[in-house]
């Protein structure tokens, strides 16, 4: 089989680059942060592409967030030239399913509602293997998390770990595919985000005063900054001086004046508008996997914005606050 080469994707980059213009950008998202209330906001979301929403309750909101991103994984699944870059974006919702599977059966409720069908594995089918624990129908990597997960649950009845244990894996497993695809920006990417990942992580045990067990255990391997060290720097050095690179720097300086007591959501946009500086890279890539990365990424940070805005007007939260937690766009 020939190797995947970049012009392999001038059709498919020439399409989400005529895409772009549906995205929700800032200028929509400010249109929706500044409305009168949420039936307001959800019009603006018609120009994206989305169905009428006004009255919609927050079930049918999350359906047509569903719909949107799993209608786009279908289009990639059909022009794609590399499968492993379509599996690699539905790979979060088979972890997020393991996770909702495994505790449902640990707090004795069921999560079907919770349950996406946007991964590899229909949400159906896998919830059949988890019940009869028959896992010839899944990816053998997601099949022995499950199967962990499911164990360490009930040896500890600590859902956080359980969470810890299948983010590993899912990151772990997405380094694997990413570094299998003829491009190395998607592998970049996953690692600028586990390095995000960390830094939060640090952030949330100094803040809280949780010990360097804690910190060990949340930590995930795999990104640019090795976490062998991590945690004895961090106690003993602080936050700025392992998060040096400059893609984090300023997210690691306003981390460190959250654990002094300043509010989270500095820092936490920061960290997210890293992300995307890095997603800006793509605009200047004519064809290749890079416009597919890019247009995924942007797909869910959409998704989020769009729910955060809508849920905060029916919250009462004030216009200029939810402006405060916009991150940037990169469209």
């Not at 929509?28 to 906001?41: G, K, N, Y």
């Not at 059966?105 to 590899?120: F, I, N």
């Not at 890079?290 to 959409?302: F, I, K, P, R, S």
Request: hydrophobic share 40%; aromatic share 6%.
């Amino acid at each position: 089989m020939s190797k995947v080469k970049s012009t392999d994707y001038l059709y498919l980059s020439a399409y989400l680059r005529a895409k772009e213009a549906g995205l929700l950008r800032r200028e929509r998202l400010e249109r929706m942060a500044a409305a009168p209330d949420a039936d307001e906001a959800m019009k603006v979301l018609s120009e994206c592409g989305y169905p009428e929403l006004e009255g919609a309750s927050d079930a049918v909101l999350e359906a047509a967030f569903a719909a949107r991103r799993s209608q786009v994984l279908d289009d990639m699944e059909k022009l794609c030239p590399e499968k492993a870059l379509v599996d690699a974006a539905r790979l979060r919702f088979d972890y997020h399913n393991a996770k909702v599977l495994v505790k449902g059966e640990g707090a004795g409720v069921s999560g079907d509602g919770l349950l996406s069908d946007c991964g590899r594995v229909p949400a159906a089918k896998l919830r059949e293997a988890f019940e009869q624990d028959d896992w010839r129908a899944v990816p053998r990597p997601l099949a022995e998390t499950i199967r962990s997960a499911r164990s360490t649950l009930a040896r500890t009845s600590n859902p956080q770990v359980t969470d810890m244990e299948i983010d590993r894996a899912y990151y772990g497993e997405l380094l694997s595919l990413t570094e299998t695809l003829s491009s190395d920006f998607y592998t970049r990417y996953v690692k600028l985000c586990i390095d995000t990942a960390n830094l939060r992580s640090a952030v949330r045990c100094l803040r809280g005063h949780m010990d360097e067990g804690v910190l060990s255990a949340a930590l995930i391997d795999g990104g640019n900054i090795p976490v062998g060290p991590m945690v004895r720097r961090v106690y003993g050095d602080g936050i700025s001086a392992v998060f040096t690179d400059r893609a984090l720097a300023e997210a690691a300086a306003l981390g460190e004046a959250a654990v002094e007591g300043a509010p989270l959501t500095p820092f936490e946009r920061t960290c997210e508008n890293a992300l995307t500086r890095f997603l800006g890279e793509a605009k200047y890539v004519s064809f290749g996997p890079e416009a597919v990365v890019a247009y995924l990424a942007m797909l869910e940070g959409e998704i989020v914005a769009a729910r955060m805005v809508i849920l905060g007007k029916r919250s009462g939260v004030s216009h200029e606050e939810l402006r405060e937690r916009l991150r940037d766009c990169y469209v």
